[in-house]
């Protein structure tokens, strides 16, 4: 049975001090957390400071993006094996961030997602809609098609292996919600296009909510059937409401 799995994606914020009083926060509640994995995504330069607040905790490491080459002449990337170096877990590929800001395609996403696995670790592929996307209906032809992309690369056996996160993109920062039956719907859309091609895969796979959770909404996005946890962006960076988000999944 897949478990649920709370993340927090720091992005682009905070610095040597913050980053310690937060770790601090997270660790000394860490203990109330019950049924729920929790893992921290660090912008890149503070994941070997974060690996070693983490020792001797359940608390797991993820970067915020991999290179998808695994070595060379790639100015500014930063490789899997050097992520699995540092002792992270996982990589999130594909955030909407990277994709609209940074111009990341399908295809590169899906080389990424592969990059990560090559190297044992867990992609956590976001996927998600844009504002004028849903409001001329086609999430779900959206959402495909950025799963597509990974299919076809790595074929669903990657995704025994892999997280999927949706991430509505006119959620994300803005404190605009999902509505739990929004969310309920793409992810459900998510596991039958997958369980189409394996059911067992599908059945197995995390799939995470992103988008303004905070702690007064996430008990009942999570309570969702196929909603196992979330990808939290602007409340991962406070101690107490992050672990309330996780207490929430768990
Ligand atoms: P948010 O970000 O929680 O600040 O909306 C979520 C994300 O971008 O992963």
Redesign the pocket.
Known sequence: MRGKLVAG?W?MNGSLESIRGLMDGIKQGIGSVQGAAVAVCPPAIYIPEVARLIEGTDIRLGGQNVCDEDEGAYTGEISASMLKEFGCAYAIVG???RRSLYGESDALVAKRFAAARRCGLIPIL?VGELLEEREQGITEQVVGRQLDAVLELEGIAAFADAVV?Y?PVW????GKTATPEQAQDVHAFIRAKLAAVDRGIAENLIIQY????KGANAAELFSQPDIDGG??????LKADEFLAICQAAG
């Open positions: 994606n992005k955030h909407s961030e976001c996160a991430e959620a994300i920062g803005t992103g988008g303004s959770v990808l939290i962006g602007g409340a991962s």
